[in-house]
């Protein structure tokens, strides 16, 4: 485990991108790229008449607006951190989506790939640990781990034994282009429907869904969120709702990595990234306690978006939203 640092080393002492292992990209930055060099580097993923801008640019411009916010922050703030971090997973995402949607330019790829290699060699600074440690200190940082619930639950070896493997995973991996979330079955591309698919799991609405440490989404009905991942920390967890590839609606009822309501955020920024509207979608929680007791709550993703996944500054803002004892 990385020690967490008080103070941030200098630019200096960071790990060279020419360390990582592979050949090196066509661009490498070396530096933090300013807004208008990145744009101009992505240029072939956002001219109006390419066929692939739509295909890429919700990604592209999410990015954007990470560059700006860390080009605005200072070192020693707080926020660069997290935003650095939300840049890592962003650039991620794209490389992810790359390998399966044809439409992705290939020109875009260098300078997405040289800044996933920055944002690594920066978090590898910042957290003070090594490139080859970067995976696990994410991991403690933004993951979450089984709960004592769920990991008594999975004692029982009639039940880690139905763990997926790799391969067995991937028929709930899920998608999202142009905004629509599909799936893969039959070697072909589904939009999810999950209330013609599968409209019930146990005593929920929707699918279970779970997003990995890799910034990959997995929904469907294994019973458990352990077996999505064998067991393993995840950034979110919970139950999901999707009609004709379009998200209607998020929960994090995940008993066994019971989720914090904050960690909904990871799942909704992950959506709005790949171009999904998040705006009216139904965003629930559960185990919410209040003066009024405890219960389930909800709202819509762009409030509770605006609140940061904070209920209690939900409930100041729209006093009559539902609660449900």
């Known amino acids: 485990m990385c020690p967490p640092t008080p103070a941030i080393p200098s630019r200096e002492g ?4 020419a360390s990582v292992k592979g050949p090196p990209p066509t661009r490498s930055y070396q530096n933090l790229p300013t807004l208008a060099k990145w744009k101009a580097d992505t240029l072939p993923g956002r001219e109006a008449n ?27 703030d707080g926020n ?31 300078p997405v790939l040289s800044l996933n290699l920055f944002a690594a060699n920066d978090l590898a600074r910042v957290l003070r640990c090594s490139l080859d440690n970067l995976a696990g200190t994410l991991q403690e940082l933004y993951g ?8 008594n639950q999975d004692r029982d070896p009639t039940i880690s034994a139905q763990y997926r493997s790799a391969k067995q995973r991937m028929r709930y ?55 999505f991942m064998g067991g393993i920390p995840v950034q979110t967890a919970g139950t999901v709702e999707f009609g004709k590839g379009k998200l209607v609606a998020i929960k994090n009822d995940s008993g066994h990595y019971q989720p914090v309501d904050l960690s909904l955020v990871k799942a909704l920024q992950y959506f709005r990234i790949h171009g999904m509207n ?48």
């Open 14 to 17: 960071r790990p060279s991108i």
């Open 50 to 76: 390419s066929p692939t801008r739509h295909a890429t640019e919700p990604v592209l411009r999410s990015i954007d607006g990470m560059l700006m916010d860390l080009n605005n922050e200072t070192e020693n």
């Open 80 to 110: 660069y951190l997290f935003i650095l971090g939300q840049l890592f997973f962003a650039t991620m995402s794209w490389l992810n989506l790359y390998k399966r949607n044809k439409r992705m330019p290939p020109e875009c790829r260098p």
């Open 144 to 151: 979450v781990n089984m709960s004592e619930h769920g990991v």
């Open 173 to 227: 991996r899920v998608y999202i282009f142009d905004g629509v979330a599909m799936r893969n079955e039959r070697r072909k591309l589904w939009k999810i429907d999950t209330g013609v698919d599968n409209s019930t799991c146990g005593n929920r609405k929707g699918e279970l869904f779970v997003l990995s440490m890799s910034n990959e989404l997995y929904v469907g009905m294994p019973h458990k969120h352990s077996f």
């Open 278 to 325: 998040i705006n009216d979608v139904k965003v629930s929680t559960v185990r919410f306690k209040n003066n009024r007791g405890a219960g389930d709550a909800s709202t819509t993703g762009a409030e509770f978006m605006r609140s940061h996944g904070n209920w209690e500054a939900i409930f100041k803002k729209a006093p009559h939203q539902m609660f449900r004892k």
